[in-house]
């Protein structure tokens, strides 16, 4: 059985100069046929990820492998990886057939076996029959979808996407997420996307990288990350969140907003100082007698599935609610979670320690609490 990691990075470092590092002693492991997103804000470090795997430029320090091998100096054109850039880099005097047969014809193909690949890529992006069509002619979805198939006819291990579909418009946009997961999935290769997009994020990767100045700050599948954030930035980065301090009281209770509640968490030292995160879709609006918090409501806005509603509270913490339920700006009411909602952070854990500690919950779990 072929082994199921296709890239590795070990303490890859990457600077210029003497500035700070774009990237920071990053390791991690890519495995072969899934869909994986590096996550961040412009500068974070998440393009030079993607280019270091392509072989555009050198880590300053640590080792790239690409099936085993090593492959620091190995030059872009040796590297069975494609990238589909965020302008799609198409040529603009070349049709669509010659621009998915490009790279073909660069390896000398014959034209019987030209034709049948790209006919075959096209089909794979439902372009059959566009192949005459001029660049200038097709629409922004058209055009990734050349990009892609010219990515795909040359039947790379790895496809590279960075950010390819931040020109497209919102509707275009979601569109073109649905196509590009399910081509990753009838082609069953490695597909690697770089996006500063959350919602892009959790739709389509099998499993997510958050990175922040040059560090992976969390990894896991999208559930896991939104569920369980290991810091404020990831809990603030992966969708919106209310965040604010509190104090581990002892196994399953904690304290914040001056008052004690029950939660799920366990492991911390009495009376440590904790981060603890409750999403908007955790909180009820209901009565102030029935409700955990009581606030007061200071603004709404209709998002069209549900009402986003900004509450404080008397110690003027804001709480963000997602619900179906409409609230009136000025009135007072209770808000209620359940115990499960109540995510608690501990300040400066790593992603080991905090792996570690979620495999503690899971064998209280199996041998119950």
């Known amino acids: 059985m072929a082994n199921a990691t296709i890239i590795q990075f070990n303490n890859v470092t990457k600077q210029y100069d003497n ?37 555009f430029m050198e880590p300053s320090k640590g080792e790239i492998f690409f099936n085993g091998k090593k492959i620091n100096q190995i030059p872009a054109n040796k590297r069975q990886v494609n990238t589909v850039f965020q302008d799609y880099a198409l040529f603009p005097h070349l049709n669509v057939f010659e621009n998915v ?4 014809r660069i390896k000398k193909l014959k034209n019987a076996e030209i034709q049948a690949k790209v006919k075959e890529a096209l089909s794979f992006v439902n372009l059959s029959g566009y192949e005459n069509r001029e660049i200038r002619e097709m629409s922004g979805g058209q055009r990734q979808r050349v990009a892609i198939a010219r990515a795909i006819v040359n039947e790379p291990e790895v496809i590279l996407l960075d950010e390819p579909l931040s020109a497209l418009d919102l509707k275009l946009r979601t569109e073109m997420q649905y196509e590009l997961r399910e081509l990753q999935r009838r082609l069953g290769i490695t597909f690697i996307f770089v996006t500063h997009d959350q919602e892009e994020a959790l739709a389509m990767s099998d ?9 992976i700050q969390q990894s896991g599948t999208p559930t896991d990350i939104y569920d369980e954030p290991i810091n404020r930035f990831v809990a603030d980065f992966i969708g919106e969140s209310n965040i604010v301090s509190g104090k581990m009281k002892k196994d399953y209770l904690v304290e914040f907003v001056g008052r004690e509640f029950d939660c799920v968490d366990m492991g911390f030292t009495p009376n440590e100082p904790v981060e603890i ?4 879709e955790d909180l009820e609006i209901t009565s102030l007698e029935r409700g955990k918090l009581q606030v007061k409501v200071d603004s709404q806005l209709f998002r069209g599935v549900h009402y986003e509603i900004s509450c404080y509270d008397k110690d003027g913490n804001e709480w963000l609610v997602h619900s179906t339920k409409k609230a009136n700006v000025g009135d007072q009411i209770g808000l209620y979670f359940d115990p ?8 400066g854990e790593t992603e080991e320690e905090f792996d570690r500690r979620l495999e503690t919950y899971a064998d209280v779990d199996r041998h119950g609490k």
């Not at 499993?207 to 560090?215: D, L, Y």
């Open 19 to 55: 500035d700070p590092p774009v990237l920071d002693n990053v390791s991690f492991e890519i495995e072969r046929g899934k869909f994986y997103t590096l996550l961040g804000p412009s500068g974070c470090g998440k393009t030079t990820i993607l280019r270091l795997i392509a072989g």
């Open 101 to 104: 047969a490009f790279g073909l």
């Open 207 to 215: 499993e997510i990288f958050v990175i922040n100045k040059g560090t």
């Open 277 to 280: 995160v409750i999403r908007p």
């Open 340 to 347: 499960e909602a109540i995510h608690v952070m501990r300040l």
